[in-house]
C-alpha cells in the first residue's frame, strides 16, 4: 500500500500538469451551467474567456466536465434578456451566471420558483437593487461579486482634474436606463462640491445618442470627460465611444482598463477580466452544493489606475509624475 501510494506521489510530481489540468483529465460528474448576456461575443467574448479561464482553475473544463449554454442579447431589448433567461431556467442548469443588473434581475425573475443558484459575475449596487438582501447574508439564490463603483468615483474626479486646467468644466457621461447611475451621480456630485470642480451631466439612453452627447460637449466647450461607470450600454460601445473621443480630442476617464487598452487615457476601478475569472469560486460553490443564501457578496478591494502616455502625448497633456508613480499599470 505505501509503495502504491509513493508510486502515485511520482508520477503526480512527475507531471507537468497543474492540479486542476489532472483534475479536468479525470471529469467528475458533469456540471450544466447557464451563461446570461446582454451584449454581444464581439463586445464581451473576452469576459466570457475569463470566466472560462477561472473555471479551469477549479477543474472544469467545457466538453469534458461542464456544458455551458450561451444566451447573447445582441441589442434587443430588456424583455428579450428576459425571454433569454427563462429559456435558461427551462434547461435547469446546476447554475446561471448573470453579468448586468439587468441580466441579474430577470434571471432571478426567471428562477424564482425553481431556486436555481445565480451567481453574478459583476453587479452594481445588488442590494439598492432589491437582488440580494444584504452583502453578508445576501438570502434567495442570487450571491457573487458587486463592483463598489461609487467608492471609485472622488478618486476617478481627482485624476481627471489634475490633468486638465483649474476650472475647467468636466462632462459626466449618464445613462438614464442605468439603476445605478442615479446613486452614482448623487456621490460623484458631491465629490466635485467638496472638491469645487464643475460637472456638466449629459444624458443618454442608447448607444445612438452619443454622438448628440459629444456633439453638446463641443458645443459647451466642455474640456474633460468622465464616464459613470458600470454601464453594459458604455461598456459594449466601448470602441465607438473612444472614437468619438478621440474626435474631440478630449481628455476622459473611465471605469475600467479595457478603455484605456484600446485608446482611452486613463481608468481607475476594479479589474473587470479578473473578476469574471474569479466569479469560477463562486461557481465552483454552488455546483458543490453550497447555497447562495450563506454566501457572502465580495465586494472588491483593489482598484487598479492605469494611464496610456501614448493618448497623453496625442493630447498634448502632460501626466505629472507623481500621478505615473501610483499607476499600477502605464500603457505607451
Known sequence: MQRAIQFLILFVAASSMSVPDVLAEVPAKTKHVGYLVWS?????????????????????V?????????????????DQVRAAARELAALNPDAI??????????????????????????????????????????????????????DTLPKML????????????VAVLYHTGNPVHPRLWRRLDL???????????????SSADFAAAFDTIGRERLGGLLVLPDDNMTYNARVQLIALVHRQRIPAIFGGRDFVDIGGLMS?????????????VYVHQVLMGAKPANLPVEQPTRFEFVVNLAVAKTLGITIPQQMLALANDIVR
Open 268 to 280: 481607475y476601478g476594479p479589474n473587470l477580466a479578473r473578476a469574471y475569472q474569479h466569479t469560477a
Open 158 to 169: 481627482q485624476y481627471l482634474s489634475e490633468v486638465v486646467p483649474a476650472g475647467t468644466r
Open 40 to 60: 454581444s461575443t464581439a463586445a464581451r467574448g473576452n469576459l466570457e474567456q475569463s470566466l472560462l479561464d477561472g473555471m479551469r482553475e477549479e477543474g472544469y
Open 191 to 205: 465629490a466635485a462640491k467638496e472638491r469645487g470642480a464643475n460637472l456638466v451631466r449629459i444624458d443618454f439612453s
Open 62 to 78: 467545457e466538453g469534458k466536465n461542464l456544458v455551458v449554454d450561451r444566451r447573447y442579447i445582441d441589442g434587443g431589448t430588456f
Open 97 to 150: 451566471v448573470s453579468t448586468c443588473s439587468p441580466s441579474t434581475a430577470a434571471a432571478k425573475e426567471a428562477t424564482s420558483t425553481s431556486g436555481i443558484p445565480v451567481v453574478m459575475a459583476f453587479v452594481s449596487d445588488p442590494v439598492g437593487q432589491g437582488l440580494i438582501a444584504s452583502y453578508r447574508h445576501p438570502g434567495g439564490n442570487i450571491t457573487g461579486l458587486s463592483s463598489q463603483a461609487e
